[in-house]
């Protein structure tokens, strides 16, 4: 099924793992070996990749890169607690079949002649009437696509399994319509922030990868290449500071987005240099709990 695809694709998005993180770095992504090579395995093996780790550590904005890396279209589904098929794979325009019901009813007052059952059935079950939501749009596509499902350990067991038969052959059943194929493999990134263990079958239909809080170095190329601009003291500042917190026992770690609003912060207010003063002033940038700010506020006084 997959070969069938790749072989009516006739393309592969990435040349090599290099060319994943040249492509990346142009998104403004910042890649390390671990996550190019398995975006790379991703691409050239049709199969879907489960990203987890902490909340802010670039998981979303993976997908994102990916999509403007290779010029495709990104469609996001957005999980969360009771979210069902009807807003995730598709839905009946219940509203417009009625009308037509109602429609074709008068007709047939009108013109002495009425429809069967069947003929009704057929017509207002038709494509005319069919809602598509985020993963049928990215089975149906015929352009290129980057399907991305964020925070799927939010969603109800019943709810993950209804992936499984698009992460395995990347096709959907409608009873009305029949099974519908896609033309091309899209690229698939889920994302999932621990809140719960995922089942262990939609596991093996994906590639893990866990994207963990980046090193000092890397974060400081991170900084570098999203805040134009600062110096390249004030960035060693800032993520040392940030990582040195990091290692506190704090209710919710800074996120590389929040390490980039404070970067963008303390530009925007002509600061130079990071005093203690300054980092409490503006500890809530990368805090967003009293508790954890007070605790930084003492650490950063002594």
Not at 8 to 35: C, E, H, M, P, W
Not at 191 to 203: D, F, G, P, Q, V
Not at 273 to 294: E, G, M, V
Request: glycine share 4%.
């Amino acid at each position: 099924m997959k070969e069938d695809l790749e072989d009516a694709n006739g393309t592969v998005r990435f040349q090599s793992v290099d060319d994943v993180k040249d492509k990346l770095a142009s998104a403004l992504y910042l890649s390390n070996d671990s996550i190019a090579a398995t975006v790379y395995l991703a691409d050239r093996l049709g199969k879907p990749v489960l990203v987890e780790g902490p909340a802010g550590t670039g998981k979303t904005e993976l997908a994102k890169a990916v999509a403007i890396a290779t010029g495709a279209r990104l469609i996001r589904l957005q999980c969360y607690e009771g979210l069902d098929e009807s807003k995730a794979l598709y839905e009946w325009n219940y509203r417009k079949q009625l009308l037509r019901i109602q429609a074709q009813k008068v007709s047939d007052e009108i013109g002495g002649a009425s429809q069967t059952w069947s003929e009704v059935e057929e017509d207002i079950f038709s494509e005319e009437f069919l809602l598509t939501r985020p993963l049928l749009e990215a089975i149906r596509a015929q352009d290129k696509v980057v399907l991305l499902i964020d925070e799927v350990d939010r969603v109800e067991i019943e709810t993950e399994a209804l992936l499984l038969e698009i992460l395995s052959d990347y096709q959907v059943s409608i009873p009305e319509l029949g099974t519908i194929v896609a033309s091309q493999i899209p690229m698939v990134f889920l994302t999932s922030n621990n809140t719960r263990e995922l089942s262990e079958a939609l596991k093996r239909r994906c590639l893990f990868l866990h994207i963990d809080y980046p090193d000092i170095e890397r974060e400081r190329q991170i900084v570098e290449s999203r805040v134009p601009g600062i110096k390249t003291e004030l960035i060693d500042q800032i993520v040392r500071l940030v990582n040195s917190i990091r290692q506190m026992e704090l209710k919710k770690k800074p996120s590389v987005s929040e390490t980039l609003d404070w970067a963008r912060t303390l530009l925007v207010l002509g600061i130079s240099s990071i005093d203690s003063n300054s980092a409490k002033d503006t500890l809530s940038l990368l805090l967003k709990y009293q508790s954890d700010i007070d605790k930084a506020s003492k650490e950063l006084s002594t």
